[in-house]
C-alpha cells in the first residue's frame, strides 16, 4: 500500500483513545496517582521529542514532545529517583524513549495490522506531513506542557534523530 | 531464585529488575538477546543459570523472539522460565511467542501486581511473597 492510499490517521485514531492510552501508562510507568491531563497549557521556548515509528498499513510515528526540564522530571519520575541522586543526559533520553515505545506499542495495537514498531529515538521532533495524517493530543503533567503527536510518515521521517543509548 | 532481565531500556531493566529485586529474585541484565545469550554463557560457566528470564521484543541487534528460539535451541536451558515483557500486545505476536517457546506474556506497562501474578502462576514466587 502506498502513502496515498493509506488511510490518514484521523479516520483511525481520535484524540479520546490516544488520551486513554496515556491514562493507563501514566500511573503505571511514571508513577502512582501520576497523570497526563489533557489540557493544554503554553508551549515551551525549547523542546525535546521522542519518538518510535509505526510501520504497516498505517505509516507514521508516534512522538512525545516536551521541555527538557519536564524530561528530566519525567525521567526521575520513571526511574523512581530521590534526591540527592541525579539521573544523566542517557537516563533522560532512555526513559523518554521507553515512554514513547510504551505510548507506540499501545498505540499500534489499535491500528490496523499487522505493523511493526520501530526502536525509540530522541531529537528534534520529525516534520509533519498532511494535516489531516496528524492526531494530537496537547497537554500537561505537573503543569508543564507535554504533546503526543501522532503523525503519518512524510519522506524524510528521521531528520535529526538519534537511536537512544541503551 | 534468579532473573536476567533483558530490555534496551535501562529505565525498564531498572524497572523490571527493581519489582523482582523486592519479590526475592537475584537479577542480572542484559540490553539485547546477543547480551543476554552471551550472559547465560558467561553465567553457565560460574554455575549462575537464570530461574526465569524477562524479554523485551524491540531490541537491536537480536529482538526477543529470536532470543527465544534461540534459548530453545539450547537444551541445556530447558529449565529456563523465558516470558516476554514488551509493548506488542497483537494477539499474532503474543501467539508467535508463545508458539516459539515464551511460558508468559506480559504486556507494558504493568503493575508490580501484574508482574507478580504471571510469577505466581509460573510457581516463581516464595511462598511469603505469594501469600
Redesign the interface.
Known amino acids: 500500500m502506498t502513502l496515498q492510499e493509506a488511510q490518514p490517521i484521523t479516520a483511525l485514531l481520535d484524540p479520546e483513545t490516544v488520551q486513554s492510552i496515556a491514562d493507563?501508562?501514566w500511573p503505571?510507568?511514571v508513577g502512582d496517582g501520576e497523570a497526563f491531563v489533557p489540557v493544554p497549557v503554553a508551549p515551551p521556548a525549547e523542546v525535546v521529542s521522542a519518538w518510535v515509528t509505526i510501520t504497516g498499513p498505517w505509516n507514521g510515528a508516534v512522538v512525545l514532545t516536551c521541555a527538557p526540564a519536564t524530561a528530566g522530571a519525567l525521567?526521575e519520575s520513571?526511574?523512581?529517583t530521590r534526591p540527592p541522586t541525579v539521573v544523566d543526559d542517557?537516563?533522560v533520553a532512555?526513559?523518554l524513549?521507553?515512554l514513547a515505545?510504551?505510548l507506540?506499542?499501545?498505540i499500534?495495537?489499535v491500528l490496523p495490522?499487522?505493523?511493526s514498531?520501530?526502536?525509540?529515538q530522541i531529537g528534534s521532533a520529525p516534520a509533519t506531513g498532511r494535516l489531516d495524517d496528524v492526531c494530537r493530543v496537547n497537554g500537561q503533567w505537573r503543569g508543564q506542557s507535554l504533546t503526543i503527536t501522532v503523525q503519518g510518515a512524510t519522506e524524510a521521517l528521521h531528520p535529526s534523530g538519534t537511536?537512544?543509548p541503551? | 531464585m534468579r532473573a536476567l532481565v533483558i530490555d534496551d531500556s535501562r529505565a525498564m531493566r531498572r524497572i523490571v529488575g527493581s519489582i523482582l529485586k523486592d519479590f526475592g529474585f537475584e537479577v542480572r541484565e542484559a540490553g539485547d538477546g546477543q547480551q543476554a545469550l552471551d550472559a547465560l554463557q558467561e553465567g553457565k560457566a560460574e554455575g549462575w543459570v537464570p530461574d526465569l528470564c524477562c524479554i523485551d521484543w524491540n531490541m537491536p541487534v537480536m529482538d526477543g523472539l529470536q532470543f527465544v528460539v534461540a534459548v530453545r535451541a539450547n537444551p541445556e536451558l530447558r529449565q529456563v522460565t523465558l516470558m516476554m515483557v514488551t509493548t506488542e500486545s497483537e494477539t499474532g505476536r503474543i501467539v508467535k511467542a508463545l508458539a516459539a517457546g515464551a511460558h508468559e506474556y506480559l504486556i507494558k506497562p504493568f503493575t508490580a501486581d501484574a508482574l507478580r501474578d504471571k510469577l505466581a502462576l509460573l510457581g516463581l514466587l516464595p511462598e511469603e511473597v505469594s501469600a
Open positions: 493507563e501508562i503505571t510507568l525521567a520513571v526511574l523512581m542517557e537516563d532512555d526513559a524513549g521507553e515505545n510504551v507506540g506499542g499501545n499500534k495495537s495490522g499487522p505493523s514498531l520501530g526502536l525509540p537511536e537512544v541503551q
